[in-house]
Every structure is written in structure tokens, then in C-alpha cells.
């Protein structure tokens, strides 16, 4: 990451349509990059696999990425990021249940960055797993150094 962006890596970042969806349904991940370039998108299921880590599932692209536009800081400080999609992705119907990573790698730089989701099936399951996206979210800086504790003048803002 270059110091100068901080809490950010503009060559290539992402989002997801969903934080939790079921296999079989559609997702739809939000790229940018900056500046202009092909990329690609592997995704990998979280899990020990022998002390792997992860399972790779698949490949996408590549894909001819843009530059997408910043949010403005709205009511409430809050920044509602509207980017154009950029990647479909129809959950597999036989996908496990589990936490998933989407690596996005730039081709020609091979700079990365992740986007995480999960997915639900419907079969019982005998432990229930809480991923905390709100709380990242929360403390998120992106896209720079302004999250719900943070007011972009001091570093750490704990005022009114």
C-alpha cells in the first residue's frame, strides 16, 4: 500500500452486493480500479484443509476495470457507495456454507486487493458462525481517514 493513500489501495478495490447470500443465488461484485486495468477475480472458502487456509473455487475473468467514483459523505456521515457492478457471480448450487474471499488482482501489476461474503445453504447445522460486518464496517476508513469514530481532522476522534 502507498503511505500517501493511507487507509487504501485505489489500484484495485471492491465490494460485494451482499455480505450473506444463498447458493444458487446471483452476487454481484462492485470493482474498481485505478488506474484503468484488466484484472481478474479468484475465490477461495476459508477452512483449515490440511493448514491451507482456504479452497480455491474459481477463477473469473479477465475483466477490463475503471475507475469508479468516491462517495460523498452524506446525513449522518454516512457514504453510500454506488458503483457500477462489475463482475455477476451465480452462487453454485452445491457451495458449502462458509466464509469466502474474492482475491482481485490486477494483471499486468499483479496489486490485490479482497472482498469477503458469505454463503448459506440450507442444510442444519449443529454451530452457528457471526462474521461482524457492521463492526468493520464501523471502523472502515475507506477512503480515507473517516469512519464512523473517526471525523477526517484528528486520527482518532472520539467527540460529538
Known amino acids: 500500500m502507498d503511505p500517501a493513500t493511507k487507509y487504501r489501495c485505489p489500484w484495485i478495490e471492491g465490494y460485494c452486493s451482499h455480505t450473506s447470500i444463498c447458493a444458487g443465488d446471483t452476487l454481484l461484485f462492485h470493482v474498481s480500479t485505478n488506474p484503468p486495468s484488466t484484472y481478474h477475480l479468484d475465490i477461495y472458502r476459508l477452512g483449515f484443509y490440511g493448514g491451507a487456509g482456504g479452497r480455491f473455487m474459481i477463477r473469473l475473468g479477465p475483466f477490463q476495470g475503471r475507475v469508479q467514483p468516491d462517495p460523498s459523505i452524506g446525513p449522518k456521515r454516512l457514504r453510500d457507495c454506488r458503483w457500477e457492478p462489475s463482475v455477476m457471480l451465480r452462487i453454485p448450487p452445491h457451495w458449502l456454507s462458509g466464509v469466502y474471499v474474492g482475491k482481485l488482482t490486477t494483471d499486468r501489476e499483479n496489486w490485490q486487493s479482497y472482498v469477503i461474503f458469505i454463503v448459506r445453504d440450507?442444510?442444519?447445522?449443529?454451530?452457528l458462525f457471526q462474521c461482524s460486518d457492521t463492526t468493520w464496517q464501523a471502523y472502515?476508513?475507506?477512503?480515507?481517514?473517516?469512519?464512523?469514530?473517526?471525523n477526517g481532522r484528528t486520527e482518532w476522534y472520539w467527540g460529538n
Open 140 to 150: 472502515n476508513r475507506w477512503p480515507n481517514q473517516y469512519s464512523l469514530y473517526d
Open 122 to 127: 440450507g442444510r442444519r447445522a449443529d454451530f
